[in-house]
């Protein structure tokens, strides 16, 4: 549900903020966050036996995510609609596979390709609002940077999978190092303007609501989940109910290309799933 929001919380955001000044504040509200959660679990000694290589892991990591996979994301908001750029990013599960074959030597089946060949038919439907003979693209860039930032997501979650520390501790130094290279890409750019209450508030809920606290809570119902395939599908009701808010909140009409381009989106993630279970 929190989640769902996110895609109005960026569009609505975004009219009072800069991307960078917003990603600047969400993820300094998601170190908050996530350092008060270490201290209420006791983690705190673990930070302080983390080595030089835990140091250079989380630089790496915290370029990818935060700092690279939302840059390419909040760009891409300014370009589109929320219901575009939102539903494309969606695309990550099918990147995750594509990049696992040449990073994790993974084999892939028949069944595999033509997930991927399904979804990115939605992919297609959405970025031309339905016209595919034409192949139109009402903003190619921002078509590429929604589905290239499912790129860096994807690349953040196979090298986090290697990273075994404590989950929430490495969120956390992932997020300090994040939020260092979000600075200064700030101050590098000199984008810093005054903002108003409305941007500020927006900049405070996505770290909450997008990074820090749904973070922790989904990694807990991963956790304490019996079983972790059903609980992790639960997240494609999301796409769904982000459609419904960015109707009634943001009062974007809602496309029927996009809700069919969604539709194939998820079709081809599902039978990804699948066969991955069978293998």
Not at 163 to 181: A, Y
Request: glycine letters at 6%.
């Amino acid at each position: 549900m929190a989640w769902s929001t996110i895609a109005s919380a960026f569009h609505l955001s975004l009219r009072y903020i800069g991307y960078m000044q917003l990603l600047l504040m969400a993820s300094v509200v998601s170190s908050i966050v996530l350092f008060a959660i270490i201290i209420f679990q006791k983690k705190v000694p673990q930070l302080k036996e983390m080595r030089s290589v835990d140091y250079l892991n989380s630089a790496f990591l915290g370029f990818l995510n935060p700092f690279l996979y939302y840059v390419v994301l909040l760009k891409a908001y300014t370009l589109l609609k929320a219901q575009e750029a939102g539903t494309l990013n969606y695309i990550w599960p099918i990147t995750l596979v594509l990049l696992s074959i040449p990073i994790l030597k993974q084999k892939i089946n028949l069944v595999s390709i033509l997930a991927i060949f399904i979804s990115f038919a939605g992919i297609v439907i959405i970025s031309t609002n339905g016209n595919i003979l034409d192949l139109e693209f009402r903003s190619p860039m921002g078509v590429l940077l929604a589905v290239g930032s499912s790129v860096f997501w994807a690349l953040y979650w196979i090298f986090n999978m290697r990273d075994k520390r404590d989950e929430v501790v490495k969120l956390f130094m992932n997020f300090i190092f994040g939020s260092l290279f979000v600075f200064l890409a700030v101050l590098y750019d000199q984008s810093w303007e005054p903002v108003s209450f409305e941007g500020i508030a927006g900049g405070i809920y996505i770290g909450l609501f997008e990074m820090g606290l749904t973070f922790f809570i989904w990694l807990k119902a991963l956790k304490y989940s019996e079983n972790t395939a059903r609980v992790a599908n639960l997240i494609y009701f999301s796409p769904f109910i982000s459609l419904l808010i960015i109707s009634t909140v943001v009062g974007e009409a809602i496309l029927p290309s996009t809700f069919v381009g969604l539709l194939f989106v998820v079709a081809g993630i599902v039978l990804q799933q699948f066969a991955g279970k069978r293998s």
